[in-house]
């Protein structure tokens, strides 16, 4: 019987995530512990690690089943790159932090949100990091497998179903 790339089941797929959210839970308290930075630094820290352990355990299983793991990162043109990285900018600064600031004029919401949006940092990790991540996760490794043994149709709905239910938040402003 062949292997199949792995998670290749919903429940693997579950499982997984689970289990590296789980595994990823208690590293970012060891690091600002009992600090007002801590509350500050939990939720990227807890993503970046909660990435890392989900890559890591899918491509060791995956290596164990004797399954490649394909990196497809291509840069074709630098030209590229660089507008798309100044229309992410443009996009941040003219589009988005007005639209957020006017919403936190009509909600009366939490300034910590919208101040993130003026540290580069939280920029950078908002509109590279992350998306190259989930992008890697659910793309690369959920539907990939999912791919093996479902319907194109079945396997790209549950794959984009579980990265929207993983963004429950949409714009961080209906709490």
Same mark, same amino acid.
């Given at each position: ?124 990790? %908002?509109?590279?990091? %992350? ?23 079945? %396997? ?20």
């Amino acid at each position: 019987m062949k292997k199949r790339f792995f998670p290749n089941k919903l429940i693997q797929v579950l499982g997984l995530l689970i289990a590296a959210l789980s595994l990823a839970k208690p590293f970012p308290f060891f690091i600002a512990m009992n600090s007002q930075a801590a509350t500050k630094l939990y939720p990227p820290v807890l993503f970046v690690i909660f990435c890392f352990l989900f890559i890591s355990i899918s491509y060791l299983l995956n290596y164990k089943r004797k399954q490649k793991m394909e990196w497809n990162f291509k840069i074709i043109n630098l030209r590229v790159l660089y507008l798309l990285l100044l229309l992410l900018l443009v996009f941040n600064i003219g589009i988005n932090k007005p639209i957020n600031s006017f919403l936190n004029q009509i909600l009366h919401y939490n300034p910590e949100i919208s101040n993130s949006f003026d540290k580069p940092l939280f920029i950078i990790g %908002a509109t590279l990091l %992350a998306p190259m991540l989930e992008e890697i996760i659910f793309r690369g490794i959920i539907l990939k497998g999912l791919l093996t043994r479902y319907t194109k149709q079945y %396997a790209i709905l549950f794959s984009s179903t579980t990265l929207g239910l993983i963004h429950r938040k949409p714009l961080q402003k209906w709490e």
